[in-house]
Each structure stands twice: as structure tokens, then as C-alpha cells.
């Protein structure tokens, strides 16, 4: 997901060639107009180092554009990406890692925005210390030899340092990840932290606090500790001309007419050297965040689907539905005791359905099968006789309002808000047109009340005109006249007009208003009953 491609790779070389043979140039002409060759004693010269400089910088400004957007197509294209995953994910997948696994994700991938560009001063650093290594050893074999040896010593203390800092940067990276679920926690708990000062002192002092502490002091460590061996370029540096002032000549390993050409040399490549260096620290980032996002990748796998897209996005007129043996199991441990078992069950065109039974009864999951959210492992569904292939096709015929609803910021649907007379006779339906105030967008997605909240998203999923309504506890958060409407205007309205109703409630008062009620026990449906003018809640 993150590598270059051959032909950006091919692209950074072409530059970096180059590039780095004009740097090499200009080192050349410094190095011969020092050590006084009389070759380079002439008039022209001065131009040419010019002409050398100006053009160097211009290849420099056309590469670094086309480098950005190299650089950020990559980062873009990548972010789309995770996203795509996310969207193409399983419930249970993202119930199970959480959704501060998706921020971090696109945290780590935000770092290799400057991949292309470090990999080219990478490229160019090498390619600059590798010529310039040649030229020394033009100047003077074992010299050049000497040197070598003193540099790889120096790389390899580096190196070990460095290498010892993968997993306190991925340690920092898991504490980071953490405090994104405090932060979750505080926006969405907010209310209860405010109310309950045990909970709010316990997640500042015993949680978030101590993460905070234990990020700073890893964070500076891993910094401090960079910063020091960064320290070796330079101090390695003086080391090497040290060498080559005081030990080389003495060793008869470097004429003294030489010493000014290694030492010019020593300076040019101080610049590839310490870049090499330098980078190590983003390396090592770009090594932990790969990693990450590649474990991502691999739990946010994207299942193969049974989807045929062509009988998915066909028109299906919906007459019947057909529940026969599932089964479903939770895959995580804590919940591996709780099985839906046997569910066989009819639905038919125009009828309203009551959901019932008490927590953990196995109404949530059900409902979560229904709607194609969680995959069962036995048994069949059939929709109009037909056994269904794709669970696209079923999707596609339902509008679902969840107890957890949630109204988008932004209008992802086909239809428009604006001069949309349906929208306006629904606002006044659901009695939210005095709420509400106009057609606008952005009317209808400011902050509601739980219960205006729910309204809004049922007004939005009758507005998408499919044949059922799947409910959960929609009623739940409305007052008691409006639940009274609901109940006995609004459901009779919405069967009237064609709409199969499976409605998640706990409203015994209003059981009659249902044409069966079906409860849930333990994983199994225990009774579904017809209701009629002798119906009675001990028949449940």
C-alpha cells in the first residue's frame, strides 16, 4: 500500500543522477581552484562554475514540484484507501478493534507525506558519498581506505543505537493510541463525567494523566536520545579530519599537498553524512507506522461477499421474507456463550411486526442479521421464494432507524432537502417543521434531542421510499404524546401506504397496534403471536 511504484522509484533515480554528478561538479572545481591546479586557473571557469549553480537550482525547483505532487498523491490516494476499507468492513470487525484504531491509521499514514522526498535526499546522500569516496581514493588508496573504515565504525554505532529505538517508538505510537479512546471517551461521556466526579477524577488522574506522563518522558527520551547521536556527524566528523591532519601524514598514508583536497572532500559530504544520520529517526518512524498500517490492513480485512452487484442493484418488488434455520455466533470471547439459534421466521408484505424480549434476549443481533450488518453462519434467506444470493438485494429494500441513530452532517443521499414538498409534509407529520424552521441543509443537521434526533432520521428514511421500515426502540425516546401518536397514527399510516414494519419495542400499552409480536429469549424466538381483539400479554 505505502511502497513506491517502479516508475516512481525510476523517476526519484533519474533525478538524483543528475543531480547528484552537478553536485559532484561543483565539489571538483572548489577542490582543484584550492589545492592552486593550474588547470583550473582560467578565466572561463568562473562562468561555467555559475552556469553549474543556476542550473543545479532550477532542477531542483522542477523536480521539487513534481516530487509534492508525487508526495501527496501518495498520502491521498492511501487516506481514500483506508477509508474504503473502514466503509467495506465488517460490524463485528469494527466493534471489535475499535474505532481509535481508524485515527491512529490515518496518524501513521500522515508521516509518509514526506516518504519521496527523504528517499531522494536518501539517494542523493549515497550517491554524493559514494563519488566522493571514489575521488579520495583517486587522491590516495589507503587514505581513502583509512576513512572508509573510520565512517562505517561511526555508521555502525549509529546504527545499533538506532535500531534499539523501534520498539520504544512503537511503545509511544500503542500510548498514543490510547489516549485517542480517552478522548473518545470525554467527547461522548461528557455528560456523565460531568455529573459524576468519580468517573471524571478517575479517567483524569488514574488514565489520561499517566498516559500523558508516560508519552512525554518516552517521546523526550526517544528525541533526547536522536538529538545526541545525531551529534555523532559532527563530532565524527572533527574525529575523521583529525585523522587526516594528524595521523594519516604521519603514517606516510596521505601526502601533505593532499591534505587540503581530503579535507574540502571531508566538508562537501559532512552535508550526505549528517542527512543520512538525520534521517535514520524518520526511517525508523516510517518502519513503526508501516507496520501499523499494515496490521490495520490485515484486521481490517475485507471479507470476500457473496455479492452479485447485478442482482444487488436490480429492482426487487418486495412480497415476502424468509428466515429458515439461522444461526449466528459472536466471534470474540466475552460473547461466545450467546448464540442465535434456529430463527425461522415468515414476513410478509404490509405487515407490522413487534420485537420483543428482554436485554441480551438476542433482539440487537437479529435485527443487526436482518439488515445484512452481521453475517449468519447456517441456515438460509429467502426473499419472495427466491433464495437470496446477494445480501445487497435485501439491504436495498430497507430503511433501518437504530437506537443509536445518528443524523450526518452532510446529505449523502439522492434526494435534495431544498423545495422538496415531501420533506416539508414529513417535517409537519413528525411535528418538527416549527423545530426545524426552513428547508435548508444544514437545518435539518444541527444538534437535535435524543428523541427530535430520532425523528429526523425516520423522516430521512421514509424520504428514501423503501418497502420496509426496520425500527429499534424508536420510541423509546419520545414523550408521551408523540409516543401515542406513533403508535396509533403513525404506524396504522405508514402500514396503509404499503410499509412492512419490524419494529424493536418495549411499549406493551400499544402491543395491539402490531399485526404479530415475536419474542426473543435466550437466543430463540419462544413465541410469535397474532394479534387479535382476544390478544393478551400473558400470551407472550
Not at 92 to 119: C, M, N
Not at 246 to 274: A, M, N
Not at 337 to 365: D, H, P, R, Y
Not at 381 to 405: A, R
Request: hydrophobic share 45%; with cysteine.
Amino acid at each position: 500500500m505505502l511502497k513506491i511504484s517502479f516508475k516512481g522509484a525510476i523517476f526519484l533515480l533519474l533525478f538524483a543522477l543528475p543531480n547528484t554528478i552537478l553536485s559532484f561538479g561543483i565539489l571538483f572545481i572548489i577542490n582543484n581552484v584550492i589545492s592552486g591546479n593550474k588547470d583550473y586557473d582560467q578565466p572561463y571557469l568562473g562562468w561555467s562554475f555559475l552556469i553549474i549553480i543556476i542550473f543545479t537550482y532550477l532542477l531542483n525547483i522542477i523536480f521539487q514540484k513534481k516530487l509534492n505532487q508525487y508526495a501527496y498523491h501518495i498520502l491521498y490516494e492511501n487516506e481514500k484507501n483506508i477509508f474504503k476499507r473502514i466503509l467495506n468492513t465488517r460490524l463485528l470487525t469494527l466493534e471489535k478493534h475499535g474505532t481509535q484504531r481508524f485515527y491512529t491509521a490515518i496518524e501513521d499514514l500522515r508521516i509518509f507525506s514526506t516518504l519521496p522526498e527523504v528517499i531522494t535526499h536518501t539517494i542523493n546522500s549515497l550517491l554524493m558519498l559514494l563519488l566522493c569516496l571514489v575521488y579520495m581514493f583517486s587522491l590516495s588508496m589507503y587514505a581513502g581506505l583509512s576513512i572508509l573504515v573510520l565512517i562505517i565504525l561511526i555508521a555502525v554505532v549509529y546504527f545499533i543505537v538506532v535500531t534499539t529505538m523501534n520498539g520504544k517508538v512503537a511503545t509511544l505510537r500503542k500510548f498514543n493510541e490510547n489516549y485517542y479512546s480517552y478522548v473518545n471517551d470525554v467527547i461522548k461521556g461528557f455528560k456523565n463525567l460531568k455529573i459524576n466526579a468519580r468517573l471524571s477524577q478517575n479517567l483524569l488522574f488514574r488514565n489520561l494523566l499517566p498516559n500523558r506522563d508516560q508519552a512525554k518522558e518516552l517521546d523526550y527520551n526517544i528525541n533526547y536520545i536522536f538529538l545526541s547521536i545525531n551529534l555523532i556527524s559532527q563530532y565524527g566528523l572533527y574525529l575523521i579530519i583529525g585523522a587526516i591532519l594528524f595521523v594519516l601524514p604521519r603514517f606516510d598514508l596521505l601526502l601533505k599537498e593532499d591534505i587540503i583536497s581530503y579535507v574540502v572532500i571531508l566538508l562537501f559530504i559532512t552535508g550526505p553524512i549528517s542527512n543520512l544520520i538525520n534521517m535514520q529517526n524518520v526511517y525508523t518512524r516510517f518502519s513503526v507506522a508501516s507496520k501499523r498500517i499494515n496490521n490495520f490492513l490485515i484486521d481490517f480485512t475485507i471479507e470476500n461477499e457473496n455479492n452479485n452487484e447485478t442482482e444487488a442493484n436490480k429492482d426487487v418488488n418486495f412480497e415476502s421474507l424468509d428466515f429458515k434455520n439461522i444461526s449466528f455466533q459472536y466471534e470474540n470471547s466475552a460473547e461466545q456463550l450467546f448464540t442465535l439459534k434456529n430463527i425461522n421466521l415468515n414476513i410478509q408484505k404490509g405487515e407490522v411486526i413487534f420485537i420483543v424480549g428482554g436485554n441480551g434476549s438476542g433482539k440487537s443481533t437479529f435485527i443487526n442479521i436482518l439488515t445484512g450488518l452481521y453475517d449468519y453462519k447456517k441456515g438460509e434467506i429467502s426473499l419472495n421464494n427466491e433464495k437470496l444470493n446477494s445480501k445487497k438485494t435485501l439491504q436495498n429494500l430497507i430503511s433501518p432507524v437504530f437506537t443509536d441513530n445518528y443524523v450526518f452532517s452532510h446529505n449523502y443521499d439522492n434526494y435534495q432537502l431544498e423545495n422538496n414538498s415531501q420533506y416539508q409534509s414529513l417535517l409537519e407529520m413528525m411535528e418538527m417543521h416549527q423545530v426545524v424552521g426552513d428547508s435548508k441543509e444544514e437545518s435539518a443537521r444541527r444538534n437535535f434531542s435524543k428523541g427530535q434526533s430520532k425523528r429526523m432520521s425516520l423522516i430521512f428514511a421514509l424520504l428514501e421510499e423503501k418497502p420496509i421500515l426496520v425500527l429499534d426502540e424508536w420510541a423509546a425516546d419520545q414523550d408521551p404524546h408523540f409516543r401515542k401518536y406513533f403508535y396509533e397514527v403513525l404506524l396504522p399510516k405508514f402500514k396503509k401506504e404499503g410499509k412492512t414494519i419490524i419494529a424493536v419495542t418495549h411499549d406493551d400499552a400499544y402491543f395491539k397496534q402490531a399485526d404479530r409480536i415475536i419474542k426473543f429469549d435466550y437466543g430463540q424466538i419462544v413465541s410469535d403471536v397474532k394479534i387479535n381483539s382476544d390478544f393478551q400479554l400473558s400470551m407472550l
